[in-house]
């Protein structure tokens, strides 16, 4: 009798893993992977790259995008209070925990989808830029397009497996890129490993890349059953940065092991000192719809335009920096204009709240972007990338050139080659009577110094601007 028992115990437990191997092979998914030399664009590899896949919470880098175009364009803050969605609230994990009705500040919501990955406030972004959640995937379809991303198509914010909801390697890789480009200011973002979202402090969904692989600085990870394990991640070694994704990857670890032979493939084929080479600017052809927060009816617009200057600046602003900035101009990340900027007043803590005060900033920079006062000061300024000082007065100098477009493309490939001592940097360009300076302010003293140092090695003209 227990012969028998034991042998239908045995054949049942056999059957239970027959079942679980063949589940998990059911469940696979393609795999497909795409390396590109982020300074020039080029193709390092490529394999099933322009195979239509489920993206995950890759998606998610797109809804950002979109916030951060939002921002730039004056049709939101990070310090607007976004009502929760009904339909964000009940986004399943991972979740920040958000409710229906309940008001958080745009910041955490992006901190919370960047970071954590959170559905909900993925969700909860996009309804507040499109008004829900059909005019929203309008919006991202159209931005994708206008990014160059040719095979994508988007259903949700957040990324949560929907029939037609496809990308490709390819595609978030270009993504990918582009936030890097046009967004620099915000880039930062995600590589924290963790960041406070308001409600929770939130750990990062990508730290073991970040933590294992020399130089990794992003971007986003991506699971679910139907999409396998994502990742879109990006590193920098020397003057070389390598943007790589990785579709289908059996399990985190596979996924990183994976991203990490693809990325080292990548330092071995990019040449040491190739041109910065930004996106060309995004194409519309014509119109687009961009919905404005909180409605849900979108409103028709042109070619992305200057941000609209707000009157004021808030109690709470840190700091001022303006700038009427235009999406792009070719060869640049940013075009400088003639606006101009001047500092507004901080207004001092009381005692009891310099400590909370303290830690807001600290947490903050540099990803927040503070409310704007216009001024007409001369000499000329023109900012090409917004920023917080912090408090920080110092800057570099790397140079005067003929044209204000020469500067701040000498900006742009100066700030990616030398990013960890000028990330945090505030790019202005200076019109002086014989040419326009390229400053790069809001460092502290030790970040100029070490700037500079690092810069004059390598032949670069640079030199420290104090207080």
Not at 323 to 335: H, N
Request: some cysteine; aromatic content about 6%.
């Amino acid at each position: 009798m227990r012969s028998l028992l034991g042998q239908y115990v045995r054949f049942s437990f056999l059957a239970v893993l027959m079942a679980v191997a063949l589940a998990g092979t059911a469940r696979a998914a393609p795999y497909a992977a795409f390396v590109m030399d982020m300074r020039t664009g080029e193709t390092l590899y490529s394999q099933n790259a322009e195979t239509r896949l489920h993206p995950a919470s890759l998606t998610k880098m797109l809804t950002l995008y979109i916030a951060f175009q939002s921002i730039q364009q004056g049709k939101i803050t990070l310090d607007t209070m976004v009502t929760v969605s009904k339909n964000a609230a009940s986004q399943p994990p991972s979740r920040l925990g958000l409710r229906a009705g309940q008001k958080i500040a745009l910041r955490y919501l992006i901190r919370a989808a960047a970071v954590k990955s959170a559905n909900d406030a993925a969700s909860a972004i996009g309804d507040a830029l499109g008004g829900n959640e059909e005019q929203f995937a309008v919006m991202m379809n159209r931005t994708a397009k206008a990014i160059g991303m040719q095979n994508s198509s988007f259903v949700n914010a957040n990324g949560l497996t929907r029939s037609g909801h496809l990308s490709t390697a390819h595609d978030m890789t270009t993504l990918g890129r582009r936030l890097f480009f046009d967004f620099p200011q915000y880039y930062n973002l995600f590589s924290r490993r963790t960041t406070d979202a308001g409600m929770a402090t939130v750990a990062n969904t990508n730290r073991r890349f970040l933590d294992a692989y020399e130089g990794a600085d992003g971007i986003k990870t991506g699971y679910t059953s139907a999409a396998g394990f994502n990742l879109t991640a990006s590193a920098l070694r020397g003057n070389t940065r390598i943007i790589a994704t990785v579709m289908g990857g059996s399990s985190t670890a596979d996924r990183n092991a994976k991203m990490a032979k693809l990325l080292d493939m990548g330092f071995e084929k990019a040449p040491g000192n190739a041109p910065i080479v930004p996106p060309a600017p995004l194409d519309y052809s014509g119109t687009a719809l961009i919905a404005s927060a909180g409605t849900a009816a979108p409103t028709v617009v042109s070619s992305s335009g200057r941000p609209r200057v707000r009157p004021g600046v808030s109690a709470t602003a840190l700091a001022s920096a303006v700038a009427g900035m235009e999406d792009s101009i070719a060869g640049a990340v940013q075009a400088a204009t003639a606006t101009t900027v001047a500092a507004a007043p901080v207004p001092e803590a009381r005692p009891a709240d310099s400590g909370a005060i303290h830690n807001a900033v600290a947490e903050a920079l540099p990803f927040e972007v503070v409310q704007e006062r216009i001024a007409q000061p001369q000499p000329q300024e023109v900012v090409t990338t917004m920023s917080t000082s912090g408090g920080r007065h110092w800057g570099v100098n790397v140079g005067r050139f003929n044209s204000s477009y020469a500067a701040d493309r000498a900006m742009t490939q100066i700030a990616l080659s030398e990013s960890a001592t000028l990330n945090e940097g505030l790019r202005k360009i200076v019109q002086r009577s014989n040419g326009y300076d390229a400053n790069i302010m809001g460092l502290s003293e030790d970040q100029a110094s070490l700037a500079c140092r690092r810069l004059r090695a390598r032949a670069q003209e640079c030199f420290e601007i104090g207080p």
